[in-house]
């Protein structure tokens, strides 16, 4: 038995027995993922996973079993590798952050400049991704500190921490007719072809939420991943753009409308796994974000059960 198994059958669950999905997480092939599988039952004694043919369906009663052990032992594994960093490298190191790209384009600057001034020593890496990329790399332990929206919240294995509430703004070309439009409305909206995020993103969700709930069904020509192509699109003309307002900042070529009273608030959170030993800078970074929380509340929360997301004033 070894880690990599252990790591393999962890991922199994986490991407729903798609062993190419698993493989992809791993760096590794599928013929190597499922030697492996077959190597540890056979070492075993037991069937961990419930097959159909090559295919994988579910995991076993020893599967299951297994895999509560396999999380139990990983999780060490990585508390015993950091432990010597913790207390040699308090000042120095890596902080890897997964995020949207929205957050590492508009948001993250101010509070990296300031982290730098404090920690010139710490080298920072961003990641950008999906929520779902985002939630998968802190529990692969690939990244420190996620930045997303709800889906961190909800993840029982996080502790989430707020970061700010947010609203969705609409661009529009200059003299576009919806800019007289008082009050703006989704019926006004709802009549010009529209270009916003794809779904699962940068609250999607609630543009959507929101048009259903008026019997709406906008005419979405074109769905992207951030705001910057969303721009790009809405000055050619194909159509107006639903964007994150802190995406407006500093837009000269786009006039941006107000929409808040249209669309439900969105809150960016920051997500860290639940009981993992961290670096000093790690608790520092959430504190700039947040200074509404104290490092031995952040710590406390971290490290023992508790709530899943912290709603403290932002």
């Given at each position: 038995m070894n880690f990599q198994q252990l790591k393999i059958i962890r991922e199994?669950?986490?991407?729903?027995?798609?062993?190419?999905?698993?493989?992809?997480?791993?760096?590794?092939?599928?013929?190597?993922?499922?030697?492996?599988?077959?190597?540890?039952?056979?070492?075993?004694?037991?069937?961990i996973f419930i097959r159909r043919g090559k295919r994988l369906l579910g995991m076993t009663e020893p599967g299951k079993a297994l895999l509560v052990i396999a999380e139990r032992i990983l999780n060490e594994a990585s508390?015993?590798?950091?432990?010597?960093?913790?207390?040699?490298?308090?000042?120095?190191?890596?902080?890897?952050?997964?995020?949207?790209?929205?957050?590492?384009?508009?948001?993250?600057?101010?509070?990296?400049?300031?982290?730098?001034?404090?920690?010139?020593?710490?080298?920072?890496?961003?990641?950008?991704?999906?929520?779902?990329?985002?939630?998968?790399?802190?529990?692969?332990?690939?990244?420190?500190?996620?930045?997303?929206?709800?889906r961190l919240s909800t993840d029982p294995s996080m502790v989430a921490y707020p970061w700010f509430r947010w609203y969705h703004s609409l661009l529009v070309p200059p003299g576009h007719p919806l800019i007289q439009s008082n009050p703006l409305t989704l019926d006004d909206i709802s009549r010009w072809p529209l270009i916003t995020y794809r779904q699962g993103i940068t609250g999607r969700s609630r543009i959507d939420e929101a048009f259903a709930r008026r019997g709406l069904n906008p005419d979405i020509v074109l769905s992207a991943q951030d705001s910057d192509v969303v721009k790009t699109y809405v000055e050619l003309g194909l159509g107006i753009g639903l964007v994150a307002s802190q995406a407006c900042v500093g837009e000269d070529q786009l006039v941006h409308l107000n929409t808040q009273h249209l669309f439900d608030t969105n809150t960016v959170w920051l997500g860290l796994r639940r009981g993992q030993l961290q670096r000093n800078y790690v608790w520092r970074f959430i504190e700039i974000c947040n200074p509404a929380l104290s490092i031995d509340e952040i710590k406390r929360l971290a490290l023992e059960p508790g709530e899943r997301a912290i709603d403290y004033q932002i």
């Open positions: 199994a669950a986490r991407q729903d027995y798609n062993l190419t999905e698993v493989a992809n997480m791993l760096f590794t092939s599928q013929s190597g993922v499922s030697r492996h599988i077959r190597e540890l039952e056979e070492e075993l004694g037991i069937e508390s015993v590798r950091r432990l010597a960093d913790l207390f040699t490298n308090e000042d120095s190191g890596v902080l890897t952050i997964a995020t949207t790209h929205t957050q590492a384009r508009y948001s993250l600057p101010v509070v990296i400049k300031a982290f730098r001034g404090l920690f010139p020593e710490v080298r920072l890496e961003l990641i950008q991704g999906t929520p779902q990329e985002i939630e998968s790399l802190l529990h692969s332990g690939a990244a420190d500190i996620g930045i997303a929206s709800e």
